[in-house]
């Protein structure tokens, strides 16, 4: 399973640890990714989301159905 919001698009982006002495070395920083469960009362049904933490709280604020339709017009979620 990649570790990629299905909604906001987030993924693993790369950079470099570096040291006191400034030798770097590769390093990945993956996504704050879970699996969630959500009901969809327009749709009568319920959907496991693959989403980061991030995308959780606006899920909180605007609600499901407005963050699934901003997630749809941006072309991240298809379902």
Known sequence: MSK???L???R???GNNVS???NRTKRRFDANIINKRFY???E???VTLT????????INKKGISA?????REKGHYKG
């Open 67 to 71: 963050v699934l339709k901003q997630a």
């Open 4 to 6: 990629i919001c299905e």
């Open 20 to 22: 006191k002495a400034l």
């Open 8 to 10: 906001s698009g987030k």
């Open 40 to 42: 969809i009362p327009e």
């Open 44 to 46: 009568d049904k319920w």
């Open 12 to 14: 693993v982006m790369f």
């Open 51 to 58: 989403i980061s933490t991030a995308t959780l709280k606006t």
